[in-house]
């Protein structure tokens, strides 16, 4: 399967401020990628679908100009949560899909905002 | 909706003994089915996949799943479970209808005692 990194793996940042988180594919080139986030002792919810070279396709109540997304290349996603708060503190994790619908994904983000 | 649903929380298993996790969904069609594995602090890493053919597929670490369409069901199992195989299981569904995302269970948190 394909090797997906994420970087940084832990990030404090202060309420209002911003940060980015990259997701890479590294043997892969992947057209599509897809964020998730993930609440202590529960499952993925998908964020947004990232499209090489196109807008970001949000899930329903994800709010996108907050969680910008940039899908500049075949091997790298960005997600940046703008003006941060508490709230957003979770765990991050991208993938990306292979030829028959599987995904790989990377070994995850934790954001904590102070 | 498709949904995916893992009826299971916890599930605490000896050493040495077998292993069931439940998982059923909800489609009319046959979907496309996963296992997923994630310890704690890390991502998701897929255990094995059902498109067609064969309703018993192996997985990795020893792992199989059985599709039953019948029952639409796709449960893991493995027939000795390590003390390494303590982690979280992730039952996850993917079909035409909804693209390439998946829709994953709620997690079954499996806890190996010595």
């Known amino acids: 399967g394909a090797v997906v990194s994420q970087h940084p793996s832990w990030v404090i940042c202060k309420s209002g401020t911003s940060v980015k988180i990259e997701c890479r594919s590294l043997?892969?080139?992947?057209?599509?990628m897809f964020w998730y986030r993930q609440f202590p002792k529960q499952s993925l919810m998908l964020m947004a679908t990232?499209?090489?070279?196109?807008?970001?396709?949000?899930e329903q109540g994800v709010e996108k100009d907050k969680f910008l997304i940039n899908h500049a290349s075949l091997t790298l996603s960005t997600l940046t949560v703008t003006s941060a708060h508490p709230e957003d503190s979770s765990f991050y994790i991208c993938?990306?899909?292979?030829?028959?619908?599987?995904?790989?994904f990377g070994p995850g983000t934790r954001l904590t905002v102070t | 909706a498709q949904s995916v649903t893992q009826p299971d929380i916890h599930i605490t298993v000896s050493e040495g003994a077998s292993l069931e996790l439940r998982c059923n969904y909800s489609?009319?069609?046959?979907?496309?089915l996963f296992w997923y594995v994630q310890s704690p602090g890390q991502g998701l890493q897929l255990l094995l996949k059902?498109?067609?053919?064969?309703?018993l597929v192996q997985g990795i670490k020893g792992f199989e799943a059985e599709f039953k369409r019948s029952q639409s069901s796709f449960n893991l199992r493995k027939p000795s479970v390590h003390w390494s195989d303590a982690a979280e299981y992730f039952c996850?569904?993917?079909?035409?209808?909804?693209?390439?995302?998946?829709?994953f269970g709620a997690g079954t948190i499996l806890r190996v005692k010595s």
């Open positions: 996850a569904v993917a079909t035409m209808e909804y693209g390439n995302k998946l829709v």
């Open positions: 489609y009319g069609a046959t979907p496309y």
């Open positions: 990232s499209n090489e070279g196109s807008k970001a396709t949000y």
């Open positions: 059902y498109f067609s053919g064969d309703t």
């Open positions: 043997d892969f080139q992947a057209t599509t």
């Open positions: 993938s990306v899909t292979g030829q028959t619908y599987e995904q790989y």
